[in-house]
């Protein structure tokens, strides 16, 4: 199955005094990602999930390695896929890549977990099988995770 990437400019508001991309950083473009997965992979605003159906997906836990740094002007593509689905969570997985010398550089690889949440209580909850179904056919296969694997555009 395929993987979901987006590609995203580094501004130069995201850098720091170091003129590198400020760390934290990376966590807004994984969650611009998944907004852009849901509506465009899924065809679903995540805010129709979030303000309809009333299900949201907040991040309980994350690992992050950063491996290369982002300067201003250049471009990461931001790539998602699940790696896990739990009863009430999700597991995913995000690398962010750039080129150098026209070559593709891997800047950081992450696993964020997700917890579905009934946006009204407040608590968690089954994830939907609509949602299981869809998020299903993201699955990371075992060859994206040794490098070998290549995301197809959504």
Do not use: Q
């Amino acid at each position: 199955m395929p993987l979901f990437s987006a590609t995203y400019p580094i501004r130069f508001s995201d850098v720091d005094r170091a003129g590198i991309l400020y760390y934290p950083r990376f966590l807004h473009y994984f969650h611009c990602c998944f907004e852009d997965f849901f509506d465009r992979a899924l065809a679903i605003p995540y805010n129709h999930a979030l303000d309809v159906e009333r299900l949201g997906f907040p991040t309980v836990h994350m690992e992050v390695d950063y491996l290369a740094p982002l300067r201003f002007g250049d471009k990461v593509e931001i790539t998602l896929g699940v790696e896990k689905l739990g009863t009430k969570s999700v597991t995913w997985m995000y690398t962010g890549v750039t080129a150098r010398e026209n070559k593709p550089v891997t800047c950081v690889r992450a696993t964020l977990v997700t917890a579905c949440l009934n946006m009204d209580t407040f608590k968690g909850t089954d994830l939907p099988i609509k949602y299981r179904d869809l998020f299903g056919k993201f699955m990371v296969p075992d060859s994206h995770r040794t490098g070998f694997y290549r995301p197809v555009k959504g």
